[in-house]
């Protein structure tokens, strides 16, 4: 699940809040061990979500940092070749 989970800090443009959304959701349910609630459970689940996205956002709104910012088209290349490196098939 956590997978999904990337990296929203120093980036240009910056992290929308469905990136921030998206972050949070993954997040809770991994900590929640459901990728589907039950209904008993959904209201905790959507208040965890948003405190966790405020959380997120808080952070990400303070952090400082010097090094330029980051492309997110040349940031997702790299993923994907390193990616078709670890998932090639070996000969």
């Not at 459901?34 to 303070?62: E, G, I, K, M």
């Amino acid at each position: 699940m956590c997978r999904n989970i990337r990296q929203l800090h120093n980036f240009e443009p910056p992290a929308t809040s469905a990136e921030v959304q998206a972050a949070a959701l993954q997040y809770v349910r991994k900590v929640g061990g459901a990728s589907r609630p039950s209904q008993a459970n959904q209201a905790a689940y959507d208040r965890a979500v948003a405190a966790v996205s405020a959380a997120t956002q808080d952070l990400l709104d303070h952090m400082v940092t010097t090094a330029p910012p980051k492309d997110r088209q040349e940031e997702a290349a790299k993923a994907r070749a390193r990616a078709q490196q670890r998932y090639a098939p070996s000969r």
